[in-house]
């Protein structure tokens, strides 16, 4: 039973050309992240919504952006992708709660993005 | 601040061997959690594990095991018995009680590949 979807597991775009990917969760979740992991390299965290508090690391690029219209879908948008945007990008999920200990989180299986 | 440290990039064994990641972390923190996942080729990232820092107990699930030892800030992965299909990318995880959003900081990961 999949957990955490990511549509599509593939995507290639042209290089400036608008992109979405998205995620699902069956969880119930009140966390979601936004993962970029290029090849070789550990997973770094792009932005969470604790709820619908969004989160932005504060390297992240404005070109990218997020939404989460609902508690189980979360999408992430490349505004204007660029060579260097190519990656794996995953979802996680996890529960939260203000104060409490950290919980576990729950990746999806990623999209991978190729920007021509 | 917080930092995981597997310095092991690579590890190459033959079917059968026992093999152990390292993992070595730092925090300032008396309250920590600490992860491993496990990403195959497929690019998923597979919880294996979650412990606190109050539990040094070592952790056994069939032919894995996790020595965590607070007194060298490591928390060391072994697999019994090395089967192919161990072979993937392991990270090891950090998270501080005091962070909110529960923030994974990741080591780099450690390549194991398993042969026939």
């Known amino acids: 039973d999949a957990m955490v979807i990511q549509n599509p597991r593939y995507q290639v775009t042209q290089f400036g050309k608008p992109v979405t990917l998205s995620c699902s969760q069956t969880l119930n979740h009140n966390v979601m992240y936004w993962y970029q992991q290029k090849s070789s390299q550990a997973p770094k965290l792009l932005f969470h919504?604790?709820?619908?508090?969004?989160?932005n690391e504060a390297d992240t690029p404005d070109n990218f952006q997020s939404r989460r219209p609902n508690t189980s879908f979360c999408f992430l948008d490349i505004r204007s992708p660029g060579l260097g945007d190519a990656a794996m990008y995953l979802c996680?999920?996890?529960?939260?709660?203000?104060?409490?200990?950290?919980?576990?989180?729950?990746f999806g299986p990623g999209t991978r993005l190729l920007v021509l | 601040a917080q930092k995981v440290t597997q310095a092991q990039t690579e590890i190459s064994v033959v079917e059968k061997e026992d093999v152990t990641l390292d993992c070595v972390y730092e925090?300032?923190?008396?309250?920590?959690?600490l992860f491993w996942y496990k990403q195959p080729p497929s690019g998923e990232l597979v919880f294996l594990i979650r412990?606190?820092?109050?539990?040094?107990q070592n952790e056994i699930s069939g032919r894995y095991s996790w020595n965590f030892q607070k007194s060298t800030s490591s928390f060391n992965f072994t697999i019994t018995a090395s089967q192919v299909v161990d072979s993937a990318v392991y990270f090891c995880a950090l998270s501080e009680a005091t962070n909110a959003g529960n923030m994974l900081t990741f080591g780099g990961g450690t390549r194991l590949m398993v042969k026939p």
């Open positions: 412990r606190n820092s109050f539990d040094e």
């Open positions: 996680a999920t996890s529960r939260g709660r203000r104060g409490g200990a950290p919980e576990t989180q729950y």
């Open positions: 925090t300032r923190d008396t309250t920590y959690y």
């Open positions: 919504y604790y709820d619908k508090d969004f989160n």
